[in-house]
């Protein structure tokens, strides 16, 4: 039985619609890039040597989820499930992210967490990395995309002068649509993905903040303004969030969604932070980011909103091995703590994440949640928030937390969640049990699907994550009853077109295929 560990509140006995009938919270969605389960200390205090201070007042002061999941282990499908309260497998994109210049995933018409916010009375805002696809403005009138990386690479100097048909197609003077603010964002200001995926070009509203000038590669080589280095970008947009906070001059409440780039490639922390964590650049740049939570917190503190301010702090998705597991292991340091994989990957460390919730006026601190949840769930929980009913058509994945946060049980529809990988690999969570559509990690890390098949190891995978968190025992053969049941409602789900009853919509592409490159014998 799922166990909370929670004080009574002093609105014990009140229905959730009486106490927020007359006032709605604020709201802020800290979403940081790669961040693991374990980097977080207090989900991690035996094997995670990074400090990390003001995420650990966030879930001291607040609740913990210990089971919450991302809908994908990488960024672009988690970004679209956030947004959306949809699952990302839905659309056309079954794998992989979009890159730097790919067209909008969302389409205009589909409510969005924004756009409900907004029609309900709410400002919103976004300040940092979209991922999300957009249209951008061309000279030519053809798809955005940069000149061939040899030919990037030849450029590489920042004495190069500005000239379009060397360095990309973008039109830096046109109007750039599909993006935040056409999908329920009254304002944005940040980047179109990753710090290695150009171009390397601040973006406000719908208009480039500069020109790409020269080229620099981060990773990727492509078209860069004079302005911006990837270094400087972290201290940027907490700059802008804070100011966003402190200058906010409205009766109405507001939504702030703040998608850091960080600590994802290139992991750059400051000279501020440079050596902070004792082992390595990648404990720094983990610091950094903590501290972003840090300002954000303070300044809710200086404005006197922040006991009606609903903040969460999570992740994208797991820990990438970027940050050279090995060498941080040396120090003692697990950045997925006791769960396998990373990010990539179907196993837990790729979409078990931090998620940290923090509303005085409502939550009793030190409050600690077993729930199993996603972060999709945020639309659903909003609407609960408003007394809003979605339409059918908005949110099919998504169910209300709302009830956890006030120390009452959820009443969720869908019997578990689905997991989703780099490669499109699908994993069905009910309960315990965790079903695996694949023979190996179904991303990065070792084996993969042909070198598991090699190996002999089954078709799929199941395992008993309350005791087995590291999934380590195959139960796959020895559990067929197991396997059938939640085979069935894995496939039902992803037929059906929704997961939470009484919804009404259809998939974006005719076929979804469940067993990927996992032989079917």
Wanted: charged content about 20%.
């Amino acid at each position: 039985m799922k166990q909370i560990a929670l004080a009574i509140c002093c609105l014990f006995g009140l229905s959730i619609q009486v106490a927020h009938s007359a006032d709605k919270p604020n709201i802020i969605f800290i979403l940081a890039d790669d961040l693991g389960y374990g980097d977080v200390q207090c989900l991690n205090p035996q094997r995670g040597k990074i400090p990390t201070p003001h995420m650990d007042q966030v879930a001291s002061a607040g609740m913990t989820f210990l089971d919450a999941h991302t809908t994908s282990s990488v960024c672009t499908p988690t970004r679209y499930s956030i947004m959306t309260g949809r699952y990302n497998w839905r659309t056309q994109l079954q794998k992989s992210v979009l890159n730097g210049y790919g067209k909008p995933l969302i389409p205009t018409d589909r409510m969005t967490v924004p756009s409900f916010l907004r029609d309900n009375g709410y400002t919103t805002a976004m300040i940092g990395k979209w991922h999300l696809g957009l249209d951008i403005p061309t000279i030519d009138g053809k798809k955005a995309e940069p000149t061939k990386r040899d030919e990037l690479k030849k450029l590489l100097s920042d004495d190069v002068a500005y000239d379009p048909a060397k360095l990309s197609n973008i039109d830096w003077e046109g109007t750039i649509a599909g993006g935040p603010v056409d999908l329920g964002f009254d304002s944005w200001f940040g980047i179109t993905a990753s710090l290695d995926f150009p171009p390397y070009v601040w973006i406000r509203n719908r208009n480039w903040v500069g020109k790409g000038t020269h080229a620099k590669a981060f990773h990727r080589p492509g078209p860069a303004s004079e302005d911006f280095e990837a270094i400087e970008v972290l201290d940027k947009l907490a700059a802008e969030s804070v100011k966003f906070i402190s200058d906010y001059d409205s009766e109405k409440p507001f939504f702030a969604y703040m998608p850091l780039p960080s600590p994802h490639t290139p992991i750059v922390p400051t000279k501020k932070w440079q050596g902070k964590s004792g082992i390595g650049k990648y404990g720094d740049f983990v610091m950094q980011t903590d501290d972003f939570v840090g300002q954000i917190v303070q300044a809710l503190e200086a404005k006197g909103i922040s006991g009606n301010t609903l903040l969460i702090v999570t992740s994208d998705n797991g820990c990438s091995k970027q940050a050279k597991f090995e060498d941080l292991a040396e120090h003692g340091h697990y950045p997925s703590a006791q769960y396998r994989g990373s990010k990539s990957d179907i196993w837990e460390g790729g979409h078990r994440v931090p998620f940290l919730v923090k509303w005085p006026k409502v939550i009793s601190p030190g409050s600690v949640s077993e729930h199993l949840v996603c972060q999709m769930d945020l639309l659903a929980t909003c609407a609960e928030l408003l007394q809003q009913d979605l339409p059918e058509s908005a949110g099919e994945d998504s169910e209300s937390i709302l009830p956890i946060l006030y120390a009452k049980e959820p009443s969720f529809s869908r019997k578990g969640l689905i997991h989703h990988s780099v490669s499109g690999h699908f994993a069905y969570r009910e309960g315990d049990y965790k079903l695996v559509l694949s023979r190996g990690s179904g991303g990065w890390t070792a084996p993969g699907e042909k070198a598991a098949a090699e190996m002999g190891l089954p078709k799929g995978q199941l395992y008993d994550i309350a005791a087995d968190p590291g999934e380590q025992t195959n139960l796959y053969t020895s559990q067929p009853e197991v396997v059938e049941s939640l085979l069935a409602q894995l496939t039902d789900y992803v037929l059906s077109c929704s997961t939470v009853l009484g919804k009404s919509s259809s998939n974006d592409v005719e076929e979804i295929t469940l067993w990927k490159g996992s032989k079917k014998k």
